[in-house]
């Protein structure tokens, strides 16, 4: 069994421990807000917070995270929307919408550590990929949620 907790409840997953995180999240916590796109570390949409980092859930492993406290989309405005969300729906940012969980949570993370962040530091830190191409938008909503 592994255990950890999932937006502040405590999950014990009784599936392989080798099982990426995505899948448990998504199959067994019917949490679908993290997003499978490419499945091999490169797009971001499935990214999650893990004690406070931004992670790629397809890359990790149940096992790896044992005792962590993991944060995904639906667990980030539990009380009020994220400042992030709010500057996401001001700057209409999104267009498909596919990576736009993986992009808050990078950007939550980001904001966490850097509340000032330029415009390199966001592209630096927000490594993960918009098929629609809103890269300016998202720039913009970074700075105004840091505002
Ligand atoms: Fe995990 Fe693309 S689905 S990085």
Redesign the pocket.
Known sequence: MTSFTVNNNPVHYKMDPNTPL?WALRDASNLTGA?????????????VMIDGEAV????TTIAAIEGTDVVTIEGLSRERTHPVQLAWIANNVPQCGFCIPGMIMAAAVLLKKNRNPTEDDIKTALTNLCRCGVYPRIIEAVMRAAR
């Open positions: 995505l997003k499978y796109g490419c499945g091999n570390g490169e797009c971001g949409a499935c990214t790629r859930s397809c890359q």
